[in-house]
């Protein structure tokens, strides 16, 4: 892994050494950089901190993977277009995270676990006061889920269901007694995606990751919730029909976001872009 942006004298020129890590990291890379400590991989992408004096804010990224042409999946699944660095990169952002936000269809077609644990991480939650390892959050409407998977049946922290007020009631039902918790985040059938960030931050969870899918994340943009994306950028072309990062209904005029940083490695490009 090797910094392109901001380039600055640590990082501009990794040295190529081995290092020690209980999750494997250090083992030299070609190219004349190096894989990334977890602390360090942390430390590049570490939530803001507090304003002086006051609480934490809610503040939700994305971590997304798109081919050069665009394509956020082959396939219908996003692990064809990924790599080793990029799975690095997902558990240190999920490590960080308090709650990972996904969509219904991405549960199904990924087949989503719940997060684990991680020795690596483990001193830095309980630092920061977070459990063992985030909570999962589901966005969905009808609330068609399988409850027998491990997402519902064997969690470190219970899985929330994000739902609206109008969801079926013996959904609803079937999901508690699964040991699912069902918050109401829109008045009618759906989900407000605005609404959502703030029942998560009444939660507890101000630390917000989502993962998609695309629906979800374009409605996320679309509400104008979204702070930060993490994208990385795989060196590879599928043309076809797949979906990009973002789907849904478009906005009126485009959301700027800055670029604040652009790691390497092996060609894939780990970018983060905050809202302007």
């Known amino acids: 892994m090797r910094r392109l942006f901001p380039v600055i004298d640590e990082t501009a020129v990794p040295p190529a050494r081995a290092g020690a890590s209980g999750d494997g990291a250090g083992a030299a890379q070609d190219g004349g950089g190096r894989e990334w400590s977890l602390a360090e991989l942390a430390a590049a992408y570490a939530y803001p901190e507090p304003e002086r004096g006051g609480g934490r804010q809610p503040w939700l990224r994305a971590n997304m993977v798109s081919t ?126 605005a609404r959502a960030v703030r029942e998560l931050a009444r939660l507890g969870h101000t630390r917000l990751l989502t993962e998609g899918g695309p629906r979800l994340l374009g409605q996320l943009v679309a509400a104008g919730a979204l702070d930060e994306l993490c994208l990385t950028v795989a060196p590879m072309l599928t043309a076809g029909d797949a979906q990009r990062i973002a789907g849904g209904p478009s906005v009126t005029l485009p959301r700027r976001f800055t670029l604040k940083a652009v790691l390497e490695e092996d060609g894939f490009l780990f970018t983060r872009y905050a809202r302007s």
């Open 68 to 193: 050069l042409d665009g394509a956020a999946q082959h396939e219908g699944r996003s692990q064809p277009i990924s790599s080793p660095a990029d799975m690095r990169v997902f558990g240190t952002l999920r490590a960080l995270a308090d709650v990972v936000l996904v969509g219904a269809e991405t549960v199904r077609q990924e087949g989503y676990r719940p997060a684990r644990a991680r020795a690596g991480f483990a001193a830095a939650r309980e630092a920061a006061g977070q459990g063992p390892a985030a909570a999962i959050a589901v966005v969905s409407a009808s609330l068609d889920l399988d409850f027998s998977l491990p997402l519902f049946t064997s969690p470190l922290a219970p899985t929330l269901i994000l739902a609206g007020a109008a969801a079926p009631p013996a959904r609803v039902a079937a999901a508690e007694a699964a040991g699912a918790r069902v918050v109401t985040a829109g008045e009618g059938a759906g989900v407000d995606p």
